[in-house]
């Protein structure tokens, strides 16, 4: 926590801070401005359509720190709950009008934030890059998707289907769908940009309103939005951005009785505890995208010569990109025992070739990840696990001042009941295991509590099926990786979360379907 100059937070000074930021468009300006400012860069509130200061007097403040260089970048507020009530009361409020604009209407305020996104392509990147440390390559793929989102969402509701049944002689029976309510949009710090559009996106299409909370980790994006929905014109209160952490501003938001849902991406005990603090609250939407330890089955016949350079790059890509930070990334990799060894081999100089530490590899997004990833690697070390590739990483100085940078990391002769295979890591860092037959992989990549996706690398087109339908995950990935049509499910089985998102998935989550019954007669 820091303190904070209330000159920082007049309204003149956060307008001519946003317009700063909003100059720099490339990794020179943007860290030029860094470096000019004597004071971190501060971060308000978006409510009501405009930059807000925190109005409760309780409100303390969150250092966020740049990755890279570990070096402070900004302060947000951390809002309390009288300003989270504030954004609600808003939402409530704005929810009475944009509920009953049309879809043409909704439509066209969507395309409007994605062709503002897609003119400013490049500013949202170099930032969103800064502020949680993966490439500058990376964060350009995840701001597409962003743009992707919208986009897909303001055609998607222009051509929704509904279904009519006729009861003979007796009824006509439709169902009709209207809008949830105001939401409480919770996204995580790996994707920061990309996840918290995939919720807002479909939340006001089918329209409803919001509040959402960015991670305190990174905010930048979130804070950027906002302006950017400001600029394009979104009516005020449809759209509410309050900062904070998790026990104070995400709790108080997900507890409100004003809240008609939550859709929240994030860790596995977060989910747990917005179950239980709504568990009460039975009307409450709820999708809920938790952790993943994915596995990985490659198969010898992937590593035939015809397909051996693509089963290499795609199980590299599932394991190291984005840090490893990503919840879809296949960190259990398992190989049949035939192609075992030379798998190893071959995988391990591909990722030492093509995944360079601050080149195609970024730092990972906090001293704590960073903390908790080095633990597990030491873990490795006390386990005598073989290091393919990596080490364990030194103890970071006082201030940090080096980045969190985490080298990607190969381990095997890892015990199938160590931490290393069951923990969610999240970062840079791979097992593998080989296996025996078929019956033996599903058994392997089944034995977790999670079942987010799962990678299956094969040339066998009857075993894509026969395996691909016993593995336990909502998401299968068949000789590829992070291949989505946006209309497609999104989710999890078992603790990996409940619900799903995507097309009519999400309309699922943000409408209400209600059945009218006409008489035949």
């Known amino acids: 926590m820091g303190t904070l100059n209330p000159e920082e937070w007049t309204r003149q000074a956060l307008m001519e801070c946003a317009e700063a930021i909003w100059g720099c468009d490339s990794l020179d300006k943007a860290n030029s401005l860094i470096a000019s400012r004597s004071t971190p860069i501060c971060l308000p509130n978006y409510v009501a359509g405009e930059l807000r200061l925190p109005s409760s007097p309780s409100t303390t403040f969150i250092d966020s720190f740049a990755p890279k260089t570990g070096s402070l970048l900004c302060r947000l507020p951390c809002a309390q709950q009288d300003d989270v009530e504030e954004a609600i009361s808003y939402a409530r409020a704005a929810f009475q009008t944009w509920s009953k604009t049309t879809r043409a209407e909704r439509s066209r305020h969507l395309r409007r934030i994605s062709e503002l996104l897609q003119e400013h392509r490049e500013l949202f990147a170099v930032w969103e890059s800064i502020d949680q440390g993966k490439t500058l390559e990376r964060a350009r793929i995840e701001v597409d998707r962003a743009i992707s989102n919208f986009s897909y969402f303001s ?69 950027l939005l906002g302006v950017l929905l400001q600029k394009a014109g979104l009516p005020a209160g449809v759209v509410n951005i309050v900062l904070g952490d998790g026990p104070t501003t995400g709790a108080a938001l997900v507890a409100s009785p004003l809240i008609d849902g939550v859709s929240f991406t994030g860790g596995t005990p977060t989910g747990i505890a917005i179950r239980r603090a709504t568990a009460h609250q039975i009307r409450k939407h709820m999708s809920l995208e938790l952790g993943g330890k994915n596995p990985n089955l490659i198969f010898a016949d992937a590593m035939a010569p015809a397909t051996r350079e693509r089963t290499i790059r795609i199980a590299a890509s599932a394991a190291f990109e984005n840090q490893g930070e990503i919840c879809l990334c296949g960190s259990r990799i398992y190989v049949e025992r035939a192609a075992y060894a030379e798998f190893v081999r071959e995988f391990t100089e591909y990722v030492a070739k093509n995944y360079t530490l601050r080149k195609t590899v970024g730092a990972v997004a906090s001293r704590q990840h960073y903390n908790k990833i080095r633990g597990y690697l030491q873990l490795a070390a006390d386990e005598k696990a073989t290091f393919n590739l990596g080490a364990v990483p030194p103890l970071l100085d006082r201030d940090g001042s080096q980045g969190y940078w985490i080298a990607p990391t ?61 593995i336990e995950a909502g998401l299968v990935w068949v000789n590829c990786w992070l291949v989505r049509e946006l209309g497609t499910p999104f989710g999890g089985m078992k603790n990996s979360g409940t619900g799903r998102e995507g097309g009519e998935y999400s309309r699922d989550v943000f409408t209400v379907v209600r059945t009218l019954h006409l008489p035949a007669y």
């Open 155 to 223: 055609t998607y509701i222009l051509h929704e289907q509904t279904a009519a049944r006729v009861v003979d002689g007796v009824a006509l029976t439709y169902e009709h769908r209207s809008p949830a309510g105001v939401f409480a949009l919770i996204s995580p710090w790996n994707m920061p940009l990309y996840l918290l559009t995939w919720k807002i996106a479909p939340c006001i299409a089918f329209g409803c309103t919001a509040v959402a909370k960015p991670s305190e980790i990174t905010s930048m994006s979130a804070y």
């Open 410 to 470: 190969i381990l095997t002769d890892v015990a199938p009941g160590s931490l290393l295979q069951q923990d969610e890591i999240f970062g840079p860092v791979v097992t593998i295991s080989p296996f025996e037959d078929e019956e033996d992989a599903v058994r392997l990549a089944n034995a977790s509590e999670y079942g987010l996706a799962a990678v299956l690398l094969t040339n066998d087109g009857a075993r894509m099926r026969r395996v691909g339908e016993q």
